[in-house]
Nanobody, 116 residues
Framework: QVLLVESGGGLVQPGGSLRLSCEAS????????MGWFRQAPGKQRELVAE???????NYRSSVKGRFTISRDNAKNTAALQMDSLKPEDTAVYYC??????????WGRGTQVTVSS
């Protein structure tokens, strides 16, 4: 089991940047995937980005070129650098972890609001 805590959310103007951080309660070396998900009001949760234990990354098409996911096993953290933010990026962002195919460990979420 692993507890996940997100931080770094906030209010930012369109075109701005935020860096989200996810801190795990134990080593993430054995975690196959660390991912960032988001859920906007009235919409379903969606995968934003993930990074595997071998460094492979996947991004949803709408954030490619703007967001970068990373993980630091030595610090037990994962991060999401978000640049060129758009109003449609507004959502609660959740950190997730998986062993195998299913994400079943979640943080409580952090609010990201992009508005002028």
């Amino acid at each position: 089991q692993v507890l996940l805590v997100e931080s770094g959310g906030g209010l930012v103007q369109p075109g701005g940047s935020l860096r989200l951080s996810c801190e795990a309660s134990r080593s993430i070396f054995s975690i196959n995937g660390m991912g960032w998900f988001r859920q906007a009001p009235g919409k379903q949760r969606e995968l934003v980005a993930e990074i595997t234990d071998d460094g492979n990354t996947n991004y949803r098409s709408s954030v490619k070129g703007r967001f970068t996911i990373s993980r630091d096993n030595a610090k037990n953290t994962a991060a999401l650098q978000m640049d060129s933010l758009k109003p449609e990026d507004t959502a609660v962002y959740y950190c997730g972890a998986r062993v195998g195919a299913v994400y079943n460990h979640w943080g409580r979420g952090t609010q990201v609001t992009v508005s002028s």
